[in-house]
């Protein structure tokens, strides 16, 4: 990060622009919407800027500026549209002790203008560190469609309530009352103007008041294969609500960074200093933190009720009174499947498709290989790396055709996928030359689809695998 973002109190201090064209038109737009006073110096002022000066929005001086100028200045803008006199004015500024900022020149900046979508109070700032000011742009106006058109008058409202809603007690019973105004009781009531909105609050903190504790919870969410957007929407949420989460190992940073920022993270699935959590160890960890009042989060890679252990997890809270419920994600085969642009089932080749492990707690897994072995079978393979030569050759004794296409897809939706494409006699010495160490599914009956057909995001990861 070469630029860190902050919000400066402006209110009644100086900002000074220098420049009377275009550029000084757009800053002062921006900078009217503060409460700092603003001092222009332009010696040909566009008249726009004459017109606010004599309705006091602030003070024109009609000439180039000077030393001094800028004195006790938090911020200076250099807007004259002439390199020349740009660096001129900035070099005074500077020299009086104010931030300087040249528009359109990143380098000599001190400080950069983000985009910026204004709910006053709720101002959000979004910067690219002037890398893709398009890309800002085009965040901005996404999140303008976002967010309530009333949002401001929401939060000036709840501000000013904050001291009241103080006698709730500390923690989740006042985050559920702000997240209930903000999101629910709130949006509804303004509709009707701001002193219903007010009655509204008064009535809220009534009936939170009353409430007794809500008690801890826990939720079985699915994180799917990888790229956070694939996350679904109450996957989303219940990462916002929770006060803890205990997650796997394959469940990536930038899922996890999606979570409170109070949150106590717990990774149930360390590896490198001593084995990983014993599987009772995580029941225990889970029971505890709901027993103790907490929204629980269990975090799992792809879909929790995929080769996910779920049901030891839910008898443990069963067992201890403890509710929960399950929030379904993408499993890894329908994450791998879409990489190479085929499907699960299809007419008249499979009407079914099996989901089997390569390897159980014993070892590796037995199976119904007969049925596999049939032409036209489709199986996904989960844990299945170590276990590709002995399932290739159950597969072969029990008849299977050696052409058989096999894919192996590693870090499925991930920035570092990768796609193997070979066939069952091949398939141990090509998993092994190709060396692969993330988590990896093997789909049994499938090849990648013709790269000429599928789309150009997915072609050059697939030419480089075959
Ligand atoms: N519940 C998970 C599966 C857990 S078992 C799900 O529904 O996907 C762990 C196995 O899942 C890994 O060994 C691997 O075979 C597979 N897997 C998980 N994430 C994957 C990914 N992004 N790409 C490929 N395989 C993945």
């Given at each position: ?13 100086r900002?000074v ?23 222009v ?13 004599e ?33 001129r004015?900035?070099?005074l ?15 000599d ?34 999140l303008?469609a ?10 000036r ?5 904050r ?7 500390h ?16 949006p509804?009531?303004?509709e ?30 699915g ?11 109450k ?12 997650h ?6 930038g899922?996890?960074?999606l ?11 360390k590896?490198?200093?001593g ?7 995580i ?6 933190h ?28 069963d067992?201890?009174?403890?509710t929960?419920?399950?929030?379904p ?11 190479i642009g ?8 499979n009407?079914?498709v099996?989901?089997?492990t390569?390897?159980?707690?014993k ?8 049925a ?14 170590r276990?590709?030569r ?9 008849g299977?055709?050696?052409?058989t296409?096999?894919?192996v ?10 796609i ?34 599928l ?7 697939l030419?480089?695998?075959?």
């Amino acid at each position: 990060m070469q630029h860190f973002p902050i919000f400066l109190a402006v209110a009644g201090r100086r900002i000074v622009v220098s420049g009377g064209g275009e550029a000084a038109l757009a800053k002062l737009r921006l900078l009217m919407k503060t409460e700092a006073h603003l001092s222009v110096f332009a010696p040909a002022p566009d008249p726009q800027i004459v017109t606010w000066a004599e309705a006091g929005r602030l003070t024109l001086h009609a000439r180039a500026l000077e030393p001094g100028d800028a004195l006790c200045a938090v911020l200076f803008y250099a807007a004259d549209e002439d390199a020349v006199e740009d660096a001129r004015s900035t070099a005074l500024a500077r020299a009086d002790g104010a931030l300087t900022n040249i528009v359109d020149n990143l380098e000599d900046s001190q400080f950069i203008t983000p985009a910026i979508v204004d709910r006053d109070p709720v101002t959000i700032a979004i910067g690219t560190e002037g890398a893709a000011p398009v890309l800002a742009r085009a965040i901005k106006t996404d999140l303008e469609a976002r967010l309530p058109a009333r949002l401001g008058p929401l939060a000036r409202l709840g501000k000013a309530f904050r001291r009241v809603a103080e006698t709730l007690p500390h923690g989740r019973p006042r985050r559920d009352f702000w997240a209930d105004w903000y999101f629910r009781a709130g949006p509804r009531a303004i509709e009707d103007g701001e002193d219903a909105a007010q009655a509204a609050l008064d009535d809220l903190l009534a009936d939170h008041l009353a409430r007794k504790d809500r008690p801890g919870h826990v939720a079985f969410v699915g994180a799917g294969p990888g790229d956070p957007e694939l996350l679904t929407l109450k996957a989303r949420r219940a990462l916002d609500e929770a006060d803890v989460v205990i997650h796997d190992r394959l469940v990536g940073p930038g899922i996890l960074d999606l979570a409170r920022r109070e949150a106590l993270m717990i990774d149930a699935g360390k590896e490198g200093f001593g084995p990983s959590m014993t599987q009772d160890r995580i029941n225990a960890l889970i029971v505890e933190h709901a027993k103790s009042g907490a929204q629980v989060v269990r975090l799992k890679g792809g879909d929790p009720t995929v080769f996910g252990r779920l049901d030891e997890e839910t008898d443990a809270c069963d067992a201890a009174g403890v509710t929960w419920h399950i929030v379904p994600g993408i499993t890894a085969a329908s994450a791998s499947v879409a990489a190479i642009g085929q499907s699960l089932t299809s007419r008249g080749r499979n009407a079914s498709v099996r989901f089997v492990t390569g390897h159980d707690m014993k070892g590796f897994a037995d199976h119904d290989w007969k049925a596999l072995a049939r032409p036209g079978e489709v199986a996904a393979i989960y844990m299945g790396k170590r276990a590709a030569r002995f399932i290739q050759g159950r597969l072969l004794m029990h008849g299977a055709d050696r052409a058989t296409p096999v894919t192996v897809i590693e870090n499925a939706t991930r920035p570092d996928q990768r796609i193997l494409s070979t066939t069952l006699a091949d398939l141990s010495r090509d998993l092994s030359e190709a060396d692969l160490t993330g988590p990896a599914l093997t789909l049994i009956g499938l090849a990648p689809r013709a790269a000429i057909t599928l789309g150009t995001t997915i072609e050059p990861r697939l030419q480089e695998a075959l």
